[in-house]
């Protein structure tokens, strides 16, 4: 057997394996190859236009612009710029050397010039790949360049995809470059019009200068996310809104995100109207790097309850062109995450504290969003406790401070607990929350898709809070008390009252139970444990099929034993008669929970009528 020898080295490269690879994976998208190329000749302009702010160019400037045009007939894109050009050195440097980037350089040297102390502002690439996105394309790429120094001469490059190139002086008469590609023959799907001005208006519609197609400029250069929110005004930010989304109704408020330290960032987030809905929603937030669209898939960069948000944020700090995972456990799209999450929490909260009314009325809308935020994460929690507000069965508003004092007089329980009522159906369970107000209780309003969930984190964050449905019980047993009422039935009656209903009821997911209650409640009331409605509505909320069923397995029947009509059910002589009775008042409780249906309805019409 051969002996392994310990051994170090250089992995091998070989470039003539480089572009199939570039080819295939550089962007799995071909269509990137417009931004990348555009982006560069964007680059170019912002460069010359920034050396002659440091003096270092003091030739004419003229109207910087982008110029893409199709010709179909010689199968050629060509992408046109009076930006900096580049001398025959420089191309030997920037674009044979694959991967070293001549931005990354610029920034380099120019770092601390400018007013700002950033000379990097504006600049887009930093791989040094992009130009070679190009072959994803062409089968044949032309440079042709003039360099904004005194004096150059221009010069043309050349290379079909081999390793080899050509470099030859050329006559240009302007500053700037041209780029020229010969569309492959698996590519000539990008020779046509719309489709090159689908991408540019993709890509390129917030482009810092001006991009020309087919003789119209197709991007706004300085759209609202750049400017200072001091120069703005509320239809500004409207009309940029329905620029983004132009069939969508206006947004209920926006916040505009700008951060220098210690991540660049910047941005406008709008809230729209949500409506009980947000799936739908999804995957409208925009992301730039100077400038530049990249996705508006969010979901690694944005935590999950923003990305309800509409809008625009711009960010070079977010590394793009890498994997997932590798972007979620970046530091900076953390601080990212955190600052979002921050921001957006500081403006309801000014909201709220501003206009309290005005929050009430949008409460419905924005409602949703802040309890998928307390759900899903702790800091928004921290913020969001002291103005998301809960909204009883009357449409009055609190906090959950303000709830806490409401109730606590009437619904602490003997365990010094409150009791926080609620329902998630006025209608259905309004014989609930008639007897609930009859004790002068409170009864929330949970009726939204999410509730089921907010209620469970409300119970784990407030301390000495439990949140019960309405129905969940009897209210004796919902809010226990310390003095409880003396049934006038004896114990022999109770047990004989339990069994006459455990025949009517004659069904084994129906718990039996005399209770004594006040005498101007129900002879018979039905109810669900709390955890079991839960769970069927938490499923419900996440789209799964309950396992219960149409009907929660278990619910309990409540005699009253304090009723007149239980004594009187007891008192008949003929079991016939008792049986009618008890059927009927069993019927009644549970029509009133919705559960009378079918036959059994249609039966219990009948009998009614025939006494009537
Ligand atoms: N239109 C152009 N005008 C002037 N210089 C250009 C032009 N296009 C490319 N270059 C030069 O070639 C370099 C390499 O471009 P390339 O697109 O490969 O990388 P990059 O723009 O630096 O980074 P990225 O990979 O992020 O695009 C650029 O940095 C720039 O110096």
């Known amino acids: 057997m051969e002996s392994v020898i310990q051994e170090k080295g250089n992995l091998s490269i070989h470039t003539e394996n480089i572009f199939p690879i570039i080819k295939k994976f550089l962007y799995s998208d071909h269509e990137i190859f417009l931004r990348e190329l555009v982006s560069n000749a964007v680059d170019a302009s912002q460069k010359i236009k920034k050396l002659a702010s440091y003096g270092e160019f003091n030739g004419e400037l003229g109207d910087l612009k982008v110029v893409v045009k199709l010709d179909k007939d010689a199968k050629t894109i060509t992408i046109s710029d009076n930006g900096i050009g580049m001398t025959a050195d420089e191309i030997k440097k920037y674009i044979n050397q694959i991967a070293f980037s001549g931005a990354t350089e610029f920034v380099e040297k120019y770092k601390d010039k400018g007013e700002d102390g950033k000379g990097d502002k504006g600049i887009i690439g930093h791989f040094g790949l992009g130009f070679y996105s190009a072959y994803m394309v062409a089968e044949n790429v032309e440079i042709l360049t003039k360099s904004y120094r005194e004096d150059a001469e221009a010069v043309r490059w050349q290379c079909d995809g081999s390793t080899e190139f050509e470099l030859s002086p050329a006559e240009k008469a302007d500053r700037g470059s041209e780029i020229i590609l010969h569309i492959?023959?698996?590519?000539?799907?990008?020779?046509?019009?719309?489709?090159?001005?689908?991408?540019?208006?993709?890509?390129?519609?917030?482009?810092?200068?001006?991009?020309?197609?087919?003789?119209?400029?197709?991007?706004?250069?300085?759209?609202?996310?750049?400017?200072?929110?001091?120069?703005?005004?509320?239809?500004?930010?409207?009309?940029?809104?329905?620029?983004?989304?132009?069939?969508?109704?206006?947004?209920?408020?926006?916040?505009?995100?700008?951060?220098?330290?210690?991540?660049?960032?910047?941005?406008?987030?709008?809230?729209?109207?949500?409506?009980?809905?947000?799936?739908?929603?999804?995957?409208?937030?925009q992301l730039y790097s100077r400038q530049?669209?990249?996705?508006?898939?969010?979901?690694?960069?944005?935590?999950?309850?923003?990305?309800?948000?509409?809008?625009?944020?711009?960010?070079?700090?977010?590394?793009?062109?890498?994997?997932?995972?590798?972007?979620?456990?970046?530091?900076?799209?953390?601080?990212?995450?955190?600052?979002?999450?921050?921001?957006?929490?500081?403006?309801?909260?000014?909201?709220?504290?501003?206009?309290?009314?005005?929050?009430?009325?949008?409460?419905?809308?924005?409602?949703?969003?802040?309890?998928?935020?307390?759900?899903?994460?702790?800091?928004?929690?921290?913020?969001?406790?002291?103005?998301?507000?809960?909204?009883?069965?009357?449409?009055?508003?609190?906090?959950?401070?303000?709830?806490?004092?409401?109730?606590?007089?009437?619904?602490?329980?003997?365990?010094?607990?409150?009791?926080?009522?609620?329902?998630?159906?006025?209608?259905?369970?309004?014989?609930?929350?008639?007897?609930?107000?009859?004790?002068?209780?409170?009864?929330?309003?949970?009726?939204?898709?999410?509730?089921?969930?907010?209620?469970?984190?409300?119970?784990?964050?407030?301390?000495?809070?439990?949140?019960?449905?309405?129905?969940?019980?009897?209210?004796?047993?919902?809010?226990?008390?310390?003095?409880?009422?003396?049934?006038?039935?004896?114990?022999?009656?109770?047990?004989?009252?339990?069994?006459?209903?455990?025949?009517?009821?004659?069904?084994?997911?129906?718990?039996?139970?005399?209770?004594?209650?006040?005498?101007?409640?129900?002879?018979?009331?039905?109810?669900?444990?709390?955890?079991?409605r839960r769970m069927t509505d938490m499923q419900a909320s996440s789209g799964q099929r309950s396992m219960f069923g149409d009907m929660p397995l278990m619910y309990t029947v409540s005699l009253n034993s304090n009723h007149p009509v239980i004594s009187r059910i007891l008192q008949s002589e003929d079991e016939s008669d008792q049986k009618v009775l008890a059927k009927q008042v069993y019927d009644l409780a549970l029509l009133s929970q919705g559960l009378?249906?079918?036959?059994?309805?249609?039966?219990?019409?009948?009998r009614t009528v025939t006494n009537l």
């Not at 482009?207 to 250069?221: A, G, R, S, T």
């Not at 300085?222 to 940029?240: C, G, H, M, R, V």
């Open 184 to 285: 492959a023959p698996d590519s000539e799907e990008f020779l046509d019009e719309h489709r090159l001005r689908g991408i540019l208006e993709k890509y390129g519609k917030f482009l810092p200068v001006q991009i020309e197609f087919e003789d119209k400029i197709i991007n706004n250069p300085n759209p609202i996310w750049t400017k200072s929110p001091a120069d703005l005004k509320d239809e500004d930010y409207l009309s940029f809104y329905k620029e983004l989304y132009p069939f969508s109704e206006d947004p209920l408020f926006w916040i505009h995100l700008n951060v220098d330290y210690p991540f660049n960032l910047t941005g406008v987030l709008y809230f729209p109207k949500l409506r009980n809905d947000f799936q739908g929603q999804r995957e409208k937030i």
């Open 292 to 532: 530049v669209f990249i996705t508006d898939e969010v979901k690694d960069i944005v935590p999950d309850f923003l990305q309800l948000l509409h809008g625009v944020i711009d960010s070079p700090d977010i590394p793009l062109n890498v994997s997932r995972s590798y972007l979620q456990a970046d530091g900076n799209v953390k601080k990212i995450n955190g600052y979002i999450t921050r921001k957006v929490a500081d403006k309801l909260s000014e909201i709220f504290k501003n206009d309290r009314e005005g929050f009430e009325k949008k409460f419905d809308d924005i409602g949703l969003f802040i309890k998928y935020g307390i759900i899903s994460d702790d800091k928004f929690y921290d913020k969001a406790k002291d103005f998301c507000l809960l909204k009883n069965t009357d449409g009055k508003f609190f906090t959950f401070d303000e709830y806490r004092e409401a109730v606590k007089d009437n619904q602490t329980d003997i365990n010094d607990t409150q009791v926080w009522l609620y329902t998630t159906d006025e209608k259905k369970q309004d014989a609930f929350i008639q007897s609930a107000k009859k004790r002068s209780y409170d009864v929330l309003s949970l009726t939204t898709v999410i509730d089921s969930h907010f209620i469970n984190a409300l119970e784990q964050k407030l301390e000495k809070v439990n949140i019960k449905r309405v129905d969940a019980d009897t209210l004796d047993k919902l809010v226990e008390k310390d003095v409880k009422l003396e049934s006038i039935l004896s114990s022999d009656d109770q047990e004989k009252a339990k069994k006459i209903f455990e025949e009517i009821a004659g069904n084994k997911s129906a718990n039996v139970q005399v209770e004594a209650m006040p005498v101007d409640e129900l002879p018979v009331v039905i109810t669900f444990p709390e955890f079991m």
């Open 596 to 606: 009378l249906s079918g036959s059994d309805l249609t039966q219990f019409i009948q």
